[in-house]
């Protein structure tokens, strides 16, 4: 395996849109709990998918609990 390259942080809102994501809550849900717009939860799905390397929502909670950036979720 290659070396693991250095790990930016999430940053607060990514991480909240991620962890919403992962308890399976849709842009419209997670926008409606957070107060914010649909189309500003997934401008922090998609730059928290960049910065985690993956493609998709799912892809990148799973990538960032693999990496300690999220706590895991508790039901």
Do not use: D, Y
């Not at 928290?48 to 706590?71: I, M």
């Amino acid at each position: 395996m290659s070396a693991t390259p250095h790990h930016e942080p999430l940053s607060a809102r990514q991480a909240a849109c991620l962890r919403w994501a992962a308890l399976g809550k849709t842009s419209w849900e997670t926008a409606r709990i957070l107060g914010v717009s649909e189309s500003t939860v997934n401008f922090h799905l998609r730059n928290a998918c960049a910065r985690l390397g993956v493609r998709g929502r799912r892809a990148a909670a799973v990538e960032a609990l693999r990496r300690g950036l999220l706590k895991p979720l508790t039901a």
